[in-house]
T-cell receptor, first 114, second 112 residues
Framework: KAGVTQTPRYLIKTRGQQVTLSCSPI?????VSWYQQTPGQGLQFLFE???????NKGNFPGRFSGRQFSNSRSEMNVSTLELGDSALYLC?????????????FGPGTRLTVT | EDKVVQSPLSLVVHEGDTVTLNCSYE??????LLWYKQEKKAPTFLFML????IEKKSGRLSSILDKKELFSILNITATQTGDSAVYLC????????????FGTGTRLQVTL
């Protein structure tokens, strides 16, 4: 079956702009988590969605937001972009929140803020 | 704040060597520890550990958890060039809703 897909794969934005990233989970998966990966901080948890509800949020400012649709697809939005937001944004899906051992990651969206 | 520390940060070995990667953690409500392999972009799941002293094994890879000393090791025997990757350790915190805290990873390079 098709894996987790993320669009776009690469993105270049300037400071102050906003960006929306999309994640389509594996068919049948209802839980979607987002992570930010940078060389200095590693992989950091952003938020987790299940059944259109945000279940948990990591330690990120309010500029980072997300949502999940009824078909389990998820989007994350970053407003007022800063240079430090340049990172690889990874999305992962699983059947349900407790199925972390069956969490599959997408290829990521590489965001560059100039 | 939950914390995961991996060591070494990077290492270079020759094909056929055995390597041990370390992961120590501090987490308020531990539920599980997970290992991932990241080659290019997407991390892929290796192991999930919840109980102390029980070794998980998959081919040349194995891992064990010590919940008393708060660490885990990942062993790779008879390394191959295809094992070159970043190995990530993460701990799951139950809290009100489970989330993962990752270490910064160990970059392994296997040379011929």
């Amino acid at each position: 079956k098709a894996g987790v897909t993320q669009t776009p794969r690469y993105l270049i934005k300037t400071r102050g702009q906003q960006v929306t990233l999309s994640c389509s989970p594996i068919s049948g998966h209802r839980s979607v988590s987002w992570y930010q990966q940078t060389p200095g901080q590693g992989l950091q948890f952003l938020f987790e969605y299940f059944s259109e509800t945000q279940r948990n949020k990591g330690n990120f400012p309010g500029r980072f937001s997300g949502r999940q649709f009824s078909n389990s697809r998820s989007e994350m939005n970053v407003s007022t972009l800063e240079l430090g937001d340049s990172a690889l944004y990874l999305c992962a899906s699983s059947l349900a929140p407790d199925y972390l051992y069956e969490q599959y990651f997408g290829p990521g969206t590489r965001l560059t803020v100039t | 704040e939950d914390k995961v520390v991996q060591s070494p940060l990077s290492l270079v070995v020759h094909e056929g060597d055995t390597v041990t990667l370390n992961c120590s953690y501090e987490v308020t409500n531990f539920r599980s520890l997970l290992w991932y392999k990241q080659e290019k972009k997407a991390p892929t799941f290796l192991f999930m550990l919840t109980s102390s002293g029980i070794e998980k094994k998959s081919g040349r890879l194995s891992s064990i958890l010590d919940k008393k000393e708060l660490f885990s090791i990942l062993n790779i025997t008879a390394t191959q060039t295809g094992d070159s990757a970043v190995y990530l350790c993460a701990v799951e915190n139950t809290g009100t809703a489970s989330k993962l805290t990752f270490g910064t990873g160990t970059r392994l390079q296997v040379t011929l």
